[in-house]
């Protein structure tokens, strides 16, 4: 199985300051056909996840231009430009690349 | 628009079944992998199962083998989990996840307790 390590566990940020987390995998997540399926999503409390980005660093629809992802390989970003108050959360990383799906550990935002 | 609609929440006794269900709409059924998800309280997501309903080909995590069915109608474009053998480590939100992986159900709390 592929394990997705995520960092830090939790963020805490000032309205309007970037947030940026970490997830590596411990195997290349690239695939054969040149795609790499590593998304990162957002989980509000109470609620289910929601897909953020895509497929390393396209945005979902309906979600702001804030929110932007990078990597490859097994090294991938996710970066919040300018925080704001509703992006507190529990973000995390998951593979599609093969079953099982694993899943990052987490990273707990909150405003400071 | 796309949705994944689960059945509601279970309260169930050691060693009985649960049977979930997660109704898909918005989006061709049939031609997307349609997986479950679990989170156990205060714990990370882990993965259950995957089908594909067009040919109703499935598998599954390991540690269920033996233990859970995924299923489909796809005359409703519904996808069910059942989990036999429940004990409190089942205790749970179940999720369904599809279309890419781009959407998720809004959960089903299974909560095993005697």
């Known amino acids: 199985d592929i394990v997705m390590t995520q960092t830090p566990l939790s963020l805490s940020v000032t309205p309007g300051q970037p947030a940026s987390i970490s997830c590596k995998s411990s195997q290349s997540l690239l695939q054969s056909d040149g795609k790499t399926n590593l998304h990162w999503y957002l989980q509000k409390p109470g609620q289910p996840p929601q897909l953020l980005i895509f497929?390393?660093?396209n945005r979902f629809s309906g979600v702001p231009d804030r929110f932007s992802g990078s990597g490859s390989g097994t090294d991938f970003t996710l970066t919040i430009s300018r925080l704001e108050s509703e992006d507190v959360g529990v973000y995390f990383c998951m593979h599609s690349k093969q079953v099982p799906l694993t899943f990052g550990g987490g990273t707990k935002v909150e405003i400071k | 628009q796309v949705q994944l609609v689960q059945s509601g929440t279970e309260v169930k006794e050691p060693g009985a079944s649960v049977k979930i269900s997660c109704k898909a709409s918005?989006?061709?059924?049939?031609?997307?992998?349609l997986h479950w998800v679990r989170q156990a309280p205060g714990q990370g997501l882990e993965w259950v199962a995957r089908i594909y309903p067009k040919s109703g080909d499935t598998i599954y995590a390991q540690k269920f083998q033996g233990r859970v069915s995924v299923t489909r109608d796809t005359s409703i474009s519904t996808a069910y989990m059942e989990l036999t053998r429940l004990t409190s480590d089942d205790t749970a939100v179940y999720y369904c996840?599809?279309?890419?992986?781009?959407?998720w159900g809004q959960g089903t709390l299974v909560t095993v307790s005697s």
């Open positions: 918005g989006y061709t059924f049939i031609d997307n992998y």
């Open positions: 996840l599809g279309r890419a992986v781009q959407y």
């Open positions: 497929a390393v660093s």
